[in-house]
């Protein structure tokens, strides 16, 4: 089941964000097709740390220099779960596991939490966890709101 966008009626900056991140890049990455979401960067501005599911930040490590190489991984990731049987359809699933709540805006600058926390039973019995968060840097610009880029797989916390 697809989520409703809690900020559609009352605040069309943080609609917009939550409409990216959330409806555009799960169903981008279901139907693994970057098309769709290529647009939501700021290429010469992005940048990626991978928190290795550590709350110590001395672990983290530098995920992507470029928007091409996160481009590459995000495609290997997305072709990996499309060939993947699930029990139920996979986007719907996405969709149950993520919450985005938090956005803060400031000065034409955002900061997205979103969060994941669920399991998807694939056909062999074994289960995907989704246990992680991201934290998305966004900017404003002509063209609306873009990704500069973000910090995944942070712990998970409520």
Not at 17 to 33: F, N, P, Q, S
Not at 49 to 56: K, L, M, S, T, V
Not at 79 to 105: R, S
């Amino acid at each position: 089941m697809k989520k409703t966008n809690p900020f559609s009626a009352t605040d069309a900056d943080r609609a917009a964000i939550w409409e990216m991140l959330v409806t555009r890049d799960i169903k981008a990455y279901c139907d693994a097709d970057w098309l769709q979401v290529a647009d939501d960067f700021v290429a010469d501005e992005f940048y990626a740390i991978n928190a290795n599911r550590e709350h110590n930040p001395a672990k983290w490590t530098f995920a992507f220099s470029t928007l091409a190489e996160y481009q590459q991984e995000w495609l290997r990731q997305a072709k990996v779960a499309q060939g993947t049987m699930y029990n139920e359809p996979l986007e719907d699933a996405v969709h149950a596991a993520t919450t985005l709540n938090e956005i803060q805006i400031e000065n034409g600058r955002a900061i997205a939490r979103k969060q994941f926390n669920g399991k998807i039973q694939r056909t062999d019995g074994e289960a995907d966890e989704l246990l992680w968060q991201t934290l998305y840097y966004l900017k404003q610009t002509d063209a609306g709101w873009k990704i500069c880029g973000f910090t995944g797989y942070l712990p998970h916390t409520n």
